[in-house]
């Protein structure tokens, strides 16, 4: 299992991912055995061998997640590496897993402030994503933003109208990064002087705070002050 945005307490996180590298040592180890003694063929082993090895990615990527959330980003770029490689050697550059893996080395460079970075990452993935038809509103939520932070506002736009697009095809507003997605474009609206555009934005999300939270809620209208 990929983590994403939940973790486990860190002990526990921690003990996941080191038993998943030991049972895939084991797991190598053992297979080699079962080919030397003549038990099994190695064709027969090697979609549990293949699928072990992309374990393996999930861990690497699993520890970099951590890594990062400590603070640690050049560690997580480079376990995020680490399992990139292995996806490109185990399926080629056109899969899911590898696109994510950009995903997050790309968000990561955006930790660190590399905004340029964080472009070419996930204009990588994305261009992976349209190419199997996965592609998705949090890919495009996330290059909008990281347009918007580099002041190119055209192409922060058309990312975040994608984003949208998306999100409409796929649980409308109740898609959980809906509101993200619709704020981000009320900002492009207010750098581009389009102030119509952007309360009609706005008033979107105050529509959406009160369906989801209702008026009394103490979060209800917080997106105005963001």
């Known amino acids: 299992m990929v983590l994403a945005e939940h973790f ?26 079962a080919i030397d003694e003549g038990r099994v063929s190695a064709g027969k082993l ?17 520890y970099a997640l951590i890594e990062k ?15 990139l490689e292995i996806a490109e050697q185990n399926g080629g550059k056109s899969n899911a897993q590898y696109a994510m893996y950009l995903n997050n080395i790309g968000m990561t460079y955006k ?28 890919l495009h939520g996330n290059l909008g933003f990281v347009y918007l932070r580099l002041q190119n ?25 809906y509101g993200t997605i619709v ?3 009320a900002k492009v609206m207010h750098s581009l002087q389009q102030f119509d555009d952007e ?12 369906k989801q939270i209702g008026v009394e809620h103490v979060n209800y209208g917080k997106t105005l002050f963001q």
């Open 183 to 185: 704020f981000g474009q």
């Open 199 to 210: 309360e009609k934005l706005l008033l979107q999300l105050i529509d959406l705070d009160q």
């Open 111 to 138: 930790a660190m402030g590399l905004d340029s970075m964080c472009k070419t990452y996930l204009e990588q993935s994305l261009l992976i994503e349209q190419q199997t038809g996965t592609e998705s509103a949090v």
């Open 153 to 177: 506002l055209l192409e922060a736009e058309k990312h975040f109208s994608r984003a949208i697009e998306i999100c409409n095809q796929k649980g409308g507003k109740s898609n959980p990064v």
């Open 8 to 33: 486990l307490p860190d002990a526990q996180r921690f003990g996941k991912i080191v038993f998943g590298l030991i049972k895939f040592t084991q797991t190598c180890s053992q297979c080699s055995q």
């Open 46 to 62: 090697s979609s549990q061998l293949l699928q072990r090895h992309l374990d393996f990615a999930t861990a690497y990527n699993n």
């Open 69 to 83: 959330r400590r603070g640690n980003l050049e560690v997580a770029i480079e376990n995020y590496r680490s399992a």
